[in-house]
């Protein structure tokens, strides 16, 4: 669904909307009609969408529209791609060891 509205206007029929797409958002009957399951699954489902706060709800007299937040989705992702990908560690150089090398003379026991 988030795919879907990221270009309603390819997505969803725009003579019957009840709103331009991109001033309020693509009305839940309109997603509903595209993706199948009844209404209240799909309201159900934006409605969680909306807690994450991923989507942006607008009320267009009795009808629910919805558009994408783009920043919080950008940031979802960078989130994301830091915690699944971690900055890796530098490689190990050839460097000599920071530690001496010293000799025990012979007939000195080991502590």
């Known amino acids: 669904m988030l795919r879907w509205l990221r270009a309603p206007e390819r997505r969803f029929p725009t003579d019957t909307a009840v709103a331009a797409p991109a001033e309020a958002g693509v009305c839940v009957s ?3 009609a595209q993706a199948g399951p009844a ?4 309201s159900a489902c934006m409605a969680g969408l909306r807690r994450a706060r991923l ?15 783009e920043q919080r989705i950008a940031d979802l992702v960078a989130r994301l791609g830091r915690s699944l990908c971690p900055p890796q560690p530098a490689p190990l150089t050839s460097r000599p060891s920071p530690l001496r090398r010293v000799r025990v003379p012979a007939g000195r026991a080991d502590p």
């Open 30 to 32: 309109h997603i509903r």
């Open 39 to 42: 209404q209240s699954t799909v």
């Open 55 to 69: 989507v942006r709800a607008t009320r267009v007299g009795k009808w629910a529209c919805y558009e994408r937040d």
